[in-house]
């Protein structure tokens, strides 16, 4: 998005403040209250309730009957990727918490024990809602639109046929059926495998228990041959498809697996381990492999969740609970099918009317000269331009790199690489610029969670092709996006910069709202030298230029600007701060945006996942609003804005408010200067997101959220629809500047 960009709003989508502004009387006499009760617990939320209620509403899109149905099916996997996420981080901390004794409370006052307790309630009540909202809405309006999804047991004998076929040609070779008994130990399970509890009997009338992983490298779902009368297809629509869960698959044909055996039983059951390993971080040469150690323990952490269908016997459960080590609590009566990630073979078949309208990105009309071949570095160095994504293209960053690899001008590349994905065109063009004869320095952080794998691939091929690559930092995780490029022009030298919100992720990019920067400005460059100098040297720098840089300086400037709007609300100006960020944790972050609220300072929070504030509370936080906004692309995009009596600040970034990434992430939050694309953030992005009544939830003080009443109103903004729908004004906008 560039300063050309058409004015992304309209004057009725600014914000006002809400009726019911308090007096300044008031305001003095809220303001003057002690700040230590700002220490009470009850202005608090657990964060891992809070990060529950975000889960929730993930479900809720799921059951939208406005939402397209595989996307409602893609909604379910997604929890469920959450909850198994949930599981192996926030839960086996917390059981180890109650393992040591831990008693200390959270700022909203519940001990381990104690969440753990509440943990359980909540997501059994979301585990038995998406099984409901599955087999009960989900399924069978799939049913109808021609994707049947059916049980084994409902085959005609012709369709068992062709399926047990496919089961002994290609199934078959790739199972390893693992007996337990006196002189066989019980079978290690992986993490968030799929398996099977078999009972079977031998010749002499004994029973026995063997385990059958369901491999997770063969299809989930296995096709099914429409059924047949009379010798003509039945045809319930004319593109119906008809499929069966693998494992039902296995079942049906376990005599292949135990011959001369007689098959009791067989239970399907999912294993969820701990996965938030510490790494013990030694020097560089070794976080490596201290990273690559650690990703392997996870395959043999403790076990903190068993998931085991509702008709389990207890019998086969209580072999599996004793041999797993499970506590009772930890075990999960769960519907069909097991592990709701499973869910994303079936929302990813090839049915485009079932599923949300594709669009075509924008390339920013700065980035599309008039002029044949004119480079990305001269449209840069005419102004900022910012990218807005996934409603404009990725594609202008990895076009950034490969001219900077290409061109003989350039010196010098610097990149920090955090999620970086499979077959990486960003990597490609860091290859193709050390082919090139260019210095290129990349920091990859080894300790991605869940991404330790890929990012150890592309260190090695980065390495080995002669790229300088750091590992990261002892102690903190650097999640910053930056990319700096070195330039001679002249008889100088010029920094042109890329800073972003999110990763540099071609895949991701099409999935998140994040929002880049390329600029030159001198400033921006200095401060991204320095930057990269503390990277990957020594330095103690303590003092930047214009950038937030955590753990350096980022959370004094953060209370400085909050501050500085208190001041102005003080001395008659009208303070307001907009602040958007996937979670809200940090309680002296907290206790800011309540002393602003108290100070009459209106605070509208963005607030997509967690948030342990508590809006609406008299007398401390009744001029804060909450908004959380769950729709078809992930809200992952930080913007921060300060009116600064008139003279209007906006800072981007990676950073959320929470103590990690205020404490121990290397994180940039960058200003926006130009005008123009302030006022673009603020009137069309921030507003616009403000003015949803569709996607929407609105926090209440006790941590429930609820959504408009005119949600279904067809003149209802829809904020992310808003912005592909001027996709194409964006795109053919070549002169129209914003404002």
Same mark, same amino acid.
Request: proline share 4%.
């Given at each position: 998005m560039s300063a050309e960009h058409t004015p992304a709003t309209k004057t009725k989508?600014?914000?006002?403040?809400?009726?019911?502004?308090?007096?300044?009387?008031?305001?003095?006499?809220?303001?003057?209250?002690?700040?230590?009760?700002?220490?009470?617990?009850?202005?608090?939320?657990?964060?891992?309730?809070?990060?529950l209620a975000f889960q929730k509403r993930v479900l809720e899109e799921a059951q939208d009957e406005q939402n397209p149905l595989l996307e409602r099916v893609k909604f379910l996997s997604i929890l469920g990727s959450n909850l198994d996420e949930f599981f192996m981080v926030r839960v086996a901390g917390l059981k180890r918490q109650v393992e040591s004794n831990v008693l200390e409370c959270d700022p909203d006052?519940?001990?381990?024990?104690?969440?753990?307790?509440?943990?359980?309630?909540?997501?059994?009540?979301?585990?038995?809602?998406?099984?409901?909202?599955?087999?009960?809405?989900?399924?069978?309006?799939?049913?109808?639109?021609g994707l049947c999804?059916?049980?084994y047991s409902q085959l005609t004998s012709v369709q068992k046929t062709n399926v047990n076929k496919y089961f002994s040609e290609t199934v078959f070779p790739t199972l390893t059926p693992l007996a337990f008994d006196p002189g066989r130990p019980f079978p290690h399970i992986s993490n968030l495998s799929l398996n099977l509890a078999v009972l079977i009997r031998d010749q002499q009338d004994v029973e026995h228990f063997a385990r059958v992983k369901v491999p997770d490298i063969l299809p989930q779902l296995v096709p099914v041959t429409p059924a047949k009368e009379g010798g003509t297809t039945k045809k319930k629509a004319p593109a119906s498809k008809y499929l069966v869960w693998l494992e039902q698959v296995i079942v049906a044909n376990l005599q292949s697996l135990f011959p001369g055996m007689e098959i009791l039983e067989a239970h399907p059951f999912h294993v969820t381990r701990d996965a938030d390993s510490a790494i013990q971080e030694l020097e560089a040469g070794d976080l490596m492999e201290s990273?690559?150690?650690?990703?392997?323990?996870?395959?043999?952490?403790?076990?903190?969740?068993?998931?085991?269908?509702?008709?389990?016997?207890?019998?086969?459960?209580?072999?599996?609970?004793?041999?797993?080590?499970?506590?009772?609590?930890?075990?999960?009566?769960?519907?069909?099918?097991?592990?709701?990630?499973?869910?994303k073979h079936l929302s990813a078949i090839d049915r485009p009317e079932l599923k949300d309208k594709p669009f075509l990105p924008a390339v920013p009309a700065a980035l599309r000269p008039e002029e044949e071949g004119e480079d990305m570095f001269a449209a840069i160095r005419r102004q900022d331009i910012l990218l807005h994504l996934p409603f404009d293209s990725f594609q202008p960053v990895v076009t950034f790199l490969q001219q900077a690899a290409r061109d003989p001008a350039v010196l010098a590349i610097k990149i920090t690489l955090y999620r970086v994905g499979r077959n990486s065109r960003v990597v490609e063009a860091l290859l193709d610029a050390i082919g090139e004869g260019k210095q290129v320095a990349a920091l990859v952080e080894l300790k991605a969670r869940f991404d330790e794998e890929s990012n150890i691939e592309?260190?090695?091929?980065?390495?080995?092709?002669?790229?300088?690559?750091?590992?990261?930092?002892?102690?903190?995780?650097?999640?910053?996006?930056?990319?700096?490029?070195?330039?001679?022009?002249?008889?100088?030298? =010029?920094?042109?910069?890329? @800073?972003?919100? #999110?990763?540099?992720?071609?895949?991701?990019?099409?999935?998140? %709202?994040? &929002?880049?920067?390329?600029?030159?400005?001198?400033a921006i460059g200095a401060d991204c030298t320095d930057l990269f100098n503390y990277l990957t040297g020594y330095s103690a720098k303590v003092d930047y230029r214009k950038l937030l840089v955590a753990p350096v300086d980022m959370r004094q400037n953060f209370e400085r600007l909050i501050r500085r709007e208190i001041e102005h609300q003080r001395?008659?100006?009208?303070?307001?701060?907009?602040?958007?960020?996937?979670?809200?944790?940090?309680?002296?972050?907290?206790?800011?945006?309540?002393?602003?609220?108290?100070?009459?300072?209106?605070?509208?929070?963005?607030? =997509?996942?967690?948030?342990? @504030?508590?809006? #609406?509370?008299?007398?401390?936080?009744?001029?804060?609003?909450? %908004?959380? &906004?769950?729709?078809?692309f992930l809200e992952h995009s930080r913007i921060f804005y300060f009116r600064n009596a008139g003279q209007e600040e906006i800072y981007l970034g990676s950073a959320d408010l929470m103590p990690r990434n205020l404490n121990r992430r290397v994180e940039v939050d960058f200003p926006v200067r130009d005008p123009k694309l302030v006022r673009f953030l603020r009137d069309g992005v921030l507003a616009t997101y403000l003015a949803d009544m569709v996607k929407a939830r609105h926090m209440k003080p006790d941590g429930t959220y609820d959504r408009p009443s005119n949600r279904d109103n067809a003149h209802s903004m829809n904020a992310q629809e808003w912005f592909i729908k001027k996709v194409a004004v964006r795109s053919s906008n070549n002169e129209k500047s914003v404002g």
């Open positions: 989508h600014r914000v006002s403040r809400p009726a019911g502004k308090p007096r300044q009387e008031e305001i003095q006499r809220t303001g003057s209250r002690d700040a230590s009760s700002l220490d009470d617990s009850k202005l608090y939320i657990n964060r891992e309730l809070s990060l006052g519940m001990t381990p024990k104690q969440q753990l307790s509440a943990i359980r309630e909540k997501t059994s009540d979301l585990f038995k809602a998406a099984h409901e909202c599955l087999s009960r809405q989900i399924s069978p309006a799939l049913r109808k639109a999804v059916v049980d990273v690559e150690e650690g990703v392997w323990q996870r395959r043999f952490a403790d076990v903190i969740r068993l998931e085991v269908n509702d008709d389990m016997p207890a019998a086969v459960l209580e072999i599996l609970q004793k041999n797993l080590e499970v506590d009772p609590d930890d075990v999960y009566q769960v519907g069909r099918p097991i592990a709701l990630s499973r869910l592309w260190a090695r091929a980065l390495e080995r092709d002669g790229v300088h690559v750091v590992y990261g930092l002892p102690g903190l995780k650097v999640h910053c996006k930056t990319a700096l490029v070195v330039r001679r022009e002249g008889d100088a030298i =010029r920094r042109y910069v890329h @800073l972003s919100t #999110g990763n540099y992720n071609s895949v991701t990019a099409q999935l998140y %709202t994040d &929002i880049g920067m390329f600029t030159c400005d001198e001395n008659g100006e009208r303070g307001h701060l907009i602040f958007k960020m996937n979670a809200l944790v940090d309680k002296p972050m907290i206790q800011l945006f309540y002393e602003a609220s108290k100070a009459g300072v209106q605070v509208d929070l963005l607030v =997509r996942g967690i948030c342990c @504030l508590r809006p #609406g509370i008299a007398g401390v936080s009744e001029n804060i609003r909450v %908004t959380s &906004i769950v729709g078809r």
